[in-house]
């Protein structure tokens, strides 16, 4: 997706109101060019009468640049040629067990991953390059006390 003039709204000094489909005159050469694209696979299996698999796999990406003065105008308040990069990506993945083997109770196990990665320049006013990783397990019981408590 490209579009014009991306990141400033008018505002006027003398009423101080944004107008947010105007631009000042010395941004109006400014450019925004952007890729967002996710992918999310989801699968959810009996395992027997008293168990259930689910699994979920996720990649997500979301490249923006935005470009001042590319057309190197004299009026413009950017050097020819500035722009900024940005590309944010994530993966990971979530498996999960379900149990209900007495009527009242119900356990719930499962594993987290991801893994976050972002690249953007220039790194002198942008986050340079960045990876985080994340690995979580849990276990949650779930007890059902009364049945007239669990319908509120």
Do not use: C
């Not at 490249?63 to 413009?76: C, V």
């Not at 320049?121 to 397990?137: C, D, R, W, Y």
């Amino acid at each position: 997706m490209e579009r014009g003039y991306p990141h400033t709204w008018l505002i006027n000094n003398e009423a101080p109101y944004i107008h947010p489909l105007k631009v000042a005159h010395e941004k109006t050469n400014d450019r925004q060019k952007k890729r967002i694209w996710n992918f999310d696979l989801f699968l959810k299996s009996p395992i027997n009468t008293t168990s259930k698999l689910g699994a979920n796999l996720y990649y997500f990406d979301n490249y923006s640049q935005s470009l001042f003065n590319p057309n190197n105008l004299k009026d413009d308040n950017r050097p020819y040629g500035f722009f900024t990069d940005s590309d944010a990506r994530k993966a990971g993945g979530l498996v999960q067990v379900d149990i209900s083997r007495f009527p009242k109770n119900y356990l719930i196990l499962g594993l987290d991953a991801q893994i976050d990665w972002v690249d953007s320049k220039p790194v002198e006013i942008m986050f340079g390059k960045h990876q985080s990783n994340t690995l979580a397990g849990f276990i949650q019981d779930k007890i059902t006390v009364s049945d007239n408590l669990a319908n509120i």
